[in-house]
């Protein structure tokens, strides 16, 4: 899951997720966080409803920082990989996702209030 910081959504999400997140990737060159969920977990997910925020599938290409990177230039763990805790929930990052894009952006069409 790429989410971009250009509108908050990236951060709030974090914020929101709390110690239920896992793993999360940190590209400060494209200012943009990862969230790893399993593959397929957001099939159903309606897009529409989160914009800049993009699923990316089994074919594309994430820079992934050596375990322990956690500071200095590049690529990074925002939140670290451990053994017990690497994909989020798809359910709880949904979740935070919708309330961070609609407290940024305000309610989007289609969505539930």
């Known amino acids: 899951m790429r989410v971009p910081f250009s ?3 990236s951060k ?3 914020d ?3 110690d239920a997140t ?4 940190e590209n400060p060159i494209d200012r943009v966080l990862y969230w790893l969920i399993a593959p397929g977990a957001a099939a ?6 989160l914009p800049s925020v993009q699923v990316w599938g ?5 820079e992934v920082p050596p375990v322990g990177f956690e500071t200095g230039p590049g690529v990074r763990w925002r939140v670290p990989l ?3 805790r690497y994909l989020t929930d798809p359910a709880a990052l949904l979740a ?3 309330t961070a894009t609609r407290e940024a952006l305000g309610p989007r069409e289609g969505a539930p209030r």
């Open 96 to 98: 935070a996702l919708e």
């Open 44 to 49: 159903e997910w309606d897009m529409s409803l």
């Open 82 to 84: 451990r053994y017990d």
């Open 22 to 25: 896992g793993a999360v990737i």
């Open 16 to 18: 929101l997720l709390g």
């Open 58 to 62: 089994a074919t594309a290409y994430v």
């Open 12 to 14: 709030r999400t974090l």
């Open 7 to 9: 509108i908050g959504i």
